[in-house]
């Protein structure tokens, strides 16, 4: 992936705007929860139409930790498992109480994501999605992209305060080499200045 064809970066200000404007929306949470599932988990639109709530769920039922995402479900080998963020997993329980009212819930063949008129969603629509999001608020360059190059970088500057590498990046975002994890990480001038300074 050339340079000038990577996603834009979010920065903070957009996540907050962007995740504050799909509350919102008719389907507030569903969209909020494909967001989350973007820039707080890494994963690609792909990703996110195929998951299912077997993948996000403890053997008691409820939503764990972790994401379990199959070859099935991801791009080539790049199956995975991912931990969950706190704010995706919140978002989860509330809808994992809501998709246990609709007669026959089957964790293990119900789609996470539906839209009104069918019980699962294709790649291209939640492409669309985040097209029409960023449009709305006028964030140029933005793109499904954007959220997991955003997960990619932001880990990328944390990683080490925690005791991980950038090893661990790779393998929650699933990539089958370290310099594509490499080429994801928007650098940061600002951490470029003060480096220089410090030697």
């Known amino acids: 992936m050339g340079l000038g064809k990577q996603a834009k970066t979010l920065n903070k200000t957009q996540i907050k705007m962007v995740s504050e404007m ?22 690609r639109a792909k990703e996110i139409a195929h998951l299912k709530w077997a993948m996000v769920m403890n053997s008691d039922s ?22 969950l963020n706190k704010d995706l997993r919140k978002n989860l329980q509330v809808m994992l109480e809501q998709h246990r009212l609709v007669d026959g819930f089957d964790p293990t063949v119900a ?3 539906c839209t009104e008129r069918s019980k ?27 959220g997991r190059r955003t ?42 200045r003060r480096v220089v300074d410090l030697i």
Request: glycine share 10%; hydrophobic share 30%.
């Open 22 to 43: 799909l509350m919102t929306n008719r389907y507030g949470l569903r969209d909020q929860t494909i967001f989350y599932f973007s820039i707080k988990a890494g994963l």
């Open 62 to 83: 409820s939503v764990g930790e972790y994401l379990h995402l199959p070859n099935s479900s991801s791009k080539g080998k790049s199956g995975r498992i991912v931990p």
């Open 111 to 113: 789609s996470i994501v």
């Open 120 to 146: 699962t969603t294709s790649s291209q629509a939640i492409v669309n999605m985040f097209q029409r999001w960023y449009q709305r608020l006028g964030i140029v360059g933005g793109s499904s992209h954007s």
């Open 151 to 192: 997960f990619i970088t932001e880990t990328s500057k944390r990683i080490s305060t925690v005791g991980g590498s950038l090893r661990d990046i790779q393998m929650m975002v699933g990539h089958s080499s370290l310099q594509t994890t490499q080429r994801y990480i928007e650098a940061d001038s600002d951490s470029q």
